[in-house]
């Protein structure tokens, strides 16, 4: 009898000093690889980053492009709009990444639309440029452009067969 006691006693205090080991293990969580960012991103990165926030999109555009104060607290309501709505649609999980991705693309050219119209004519053909490299830059990796897009890269042309 004592000998089943102690057999069972023993087995328990295995089982439970191999869970204590176990979840000590799962929350000392792995340091990053060397030169791996840590902590925040820098003010005023792109998507490496993650998104800008609208104020710091303001500035970006203020840069190149001088706006007015005027300009400014314009721009900076159309882009948080923006901002606010593209939230909305990354968290609603009944569209598929298809739809959800068309209506991103909408909302970006309607509130692209909406800061031309805040731009002198100068400023409108800078920001139509600086879209432009933006959308060749977007486009390395991703979907690419619509059929008949004038701003669309040449094909490469076809490797020689060896």
Known sequence: MYRRFLAITSSALLVLG???????????????????????????????????????????????????DDQKTKIRSILQDQHDAMEKLRSDSSLSEEDRRAK???????HHDQIKNVLNDQQKQEFEQMMQRRGRMGNGGGNPPPPGDPSAPPPPPPSPQV
Do not use: Y
Not at 104 to 110: L, N, Y
């Open 104 to 110: 991103m693309r909408s909302i970006a050219a309607d």
């Open 18 to 68: 191999l869970g204590l080991a176990t979840a000590k293990a799962q929350d000392q969580s792995t340091p990053p690889p060397e030169g791996a960012p840590q902590g925040p991103p820098p003010e005023g990165r792109g998507m490496r980053g993650g998104p800008m926030n609208p104020d710091q999109m303001v500035a970006r555009l203020d840069q190149r492009l001088h706006l007015s």
